[in-house]
């Protein structure tokens, strides 16, 4: 599976995406589905202290990339990991068999944001990411081209459909 890449008897998948696409609902899903380990990255970052502190302006905590990489190495080198966060550039490459991007269009995404509260340059931002295709570009950028896939969250068909894919993905690595 991949040059030279070590082989795990369980692949791990990043789930990706602008915040309010579906990741961790995805996740989740995929997770009762398969018995794999979902791994919401934001969550482990504010339990574990993995962070510099308090971004006033994002109104998040500033990851700290060497501390979470540390945190999940052993986990990853044993495979069955769905990793679920709104970036994707600082993880290993190895770490990873398949990148899902989940993306949203505007129309629903705006709701779902404003939902959970976001306003003003919070909301913005995570628009204009959605909009640029930001995720997209960076799982491009970051892992090799057959291994990232683009998957429409629009809808809660569209969450049965991606986690069917990507259940029958998994299945697949594993017998192939
Ligand atoms: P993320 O983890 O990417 O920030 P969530 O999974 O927390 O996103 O989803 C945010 C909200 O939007 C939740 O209320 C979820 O039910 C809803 N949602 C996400 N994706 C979809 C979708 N494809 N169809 C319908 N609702 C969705
Ligand atoms: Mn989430």
Same mark, same amino acid.
């Given at each position: 599976k991949g040059g030279g890449r070590k082989k795990r008897e369980k692949p791990n998948i990043l789930i990706t995406g602008t915040p309010g696409t579906g990741k961790t609902t995805t996740a989740l899903s995929l997770a009762s589905a398969t018995g794999f380990r979902h791994i919401n990255v934001s969550d482990l970052v504010k339990e574990k202290n993995l962070h510099d502190g308090w971004d006033e302006e994002l109104e998040c905590y500033v990851l700290n990339e060497d501390l979470v990489c540390d945190e @999940? &190495?052993?986990?990853?080198?044993?495979?069955?990991?769905?990793?679920?966060?709104?970036?994707?550039?600082?993880?290993? $490459?190895?770490?990873?068999?398949?990148?899902?991007?989940?993306?949203?269009?505007?129309?629903?995404?705006?709701?779902?944001?404003?939902?959970?509260?976001?306003?003003?340059?919070?909301?913005?931002?995570?628009?204009?990411?959605?909009?640029?295709?930001?995720? @997209? &570009?960076?799982?491009?950028?970051?892992?090799?081209?057959?291994?990232?896939?683009?998957?429409?969250?629009?809808?809660? $068909?569209d969450i049965d459909a991606n986690v069917a894919y990507l259940s029958r993905w998994l299945t697949t690595w594993m017998t192939d």
């Open positions: @999940l &190495e052993d986990l990853m080198d044993g495979g069955g990991n769905i990793v679920d966060y709104h970036g994707c550039d600082f993880f290993p $490459e190895r770490w990873f068999d398949l990148v899902a991007v989940l993306q949203s269009d505007n129309s629903f995404l705006h709701g779902r944001l404003t939902k959970r509260g976001y306003t003003g340059k919070k909301l913005s931002n995570n628009i204009e990411c959605e909009i640029f295709q930001v995720l @997209l &570009e960076e799982a491009n950028e970051s892992y090799p081209e057959d291994i990232v896939v683009a998957l429409r969250s629009d809808t809660v $068909e």
